[in-house]
């Protein structure tokens, strides 16, 4: 089964919303790592959060850490049309020292 | 320009063929991965490599082959055991093999078997 569950599937918002992608993981991590991911593209490496960390921001990035939870959320403030895409968390919760990819949310930020 | 190129980006192969993906990175990264995605899947992970001269597999590694001559090449060779070998494969690299670590993907191959 999946380490990695994003919730919802996908999600439709119109430009200048925000959007907030979440992350379910069934073991204890290290690590978590949100990835994204244009339609037909290889994956791009949005931020990583440590398992001591509760909240990190990158631009218009912020992720959250619930460890209590098992439970990573992504927000996307003030979205563009260009953040149209599927975005992925990653964990190394099944195996050391290797990735395990949830399902993915897509996500359409429409005009 | 450092980056991982991955070639062909489409191709088509018959059933009972043996066909290789390409996979090349200059980032003179040490770790290799070769994923598989499904239509409204996440990666599943074939095989990877923490070195050269040593792969190891991953999570579905039956039908697939690998190699790791060069450090900068670790290509994949999709064989006729794979029974559904129809996907969209990505290769990755990090700077070494630790979880903490960022992937770099290359553009993927869209694998169709007619």
């Known amino acids: 089964s999946q380490q990695g569950e994003e919730d919802p599937q996908a999600l439709s918002i119109q430009e200048g919303e925000n959007a907030t992608m979440n992350c379910s993981y069934k073991?204890?991590?290290?690590?978590l790592q949100w990835y994204r991911q244009n339609s037909g593209r290889g994956l791009v490496h949005l931020i990583l959060?440590?398992?001591?960390?509760r909240e990190k921001h990158s631009g218009r990035l912020r992720v959250t850490l619930d460890t209590s939870k098992k439970s990573s959320s992504l927000l996307i403030t003030a979205s563009r049309a260009a953040d149209t895409a599927s975005y992925f968390c990653?964990?190394?919760?099944?195996?050391?020292?290797?990735?395990?990819f949830g399902t993915g949310t897509q996500l359409k930020v429409e005009l | 320009d450092g980056g991982i190129t991955q070639s062909p980006k489409y191709l088509f192969r018959k059933e009972g063929q043996n066909v290789t993906l390409s996979c090349e990175q200059n980032?003179?990264?040490?770790?290799m991965y070769w994923y598989r995605q499904d239509p409204g899947q996440g990666l599943r992970l074939i095989y990877y490599?923490?070195?050269?001269?040593?792969?190891q597999k991953g999570d579905i590694a039956e039908g697939y082959s690998v190699s790791r001559e060069k450090k900068e090449s670790f290509p994949l060779t999709v064989t006729s055991a794979q029974k559904n070998p129809t996907a969209f494969y990505l290769c990755?690299?990090?700077?070494?093999?630790?979880?903490?670590?960022?992937?770099?993907f290359g553009p993927g191959t869209r694998l169709t078997v007619l």
């Open positions: 990755a690299s990090s700077i070494a093999l630790a979880a903490y670590n960022e992937q770099f």
């Open positions: 073991t204890s991590i290290n690590n």
């Open positions: 959060i440590r398992s001591n960390e």
């Open positions: 990653a964990t190394d919760a099944a195996r050391a020292n290797k990735l395990t």
């Open positions: 980032l003179n990264h040490d770790a």
């Open positions: 490599s923490q070195i050269v001269n040593d792969f």
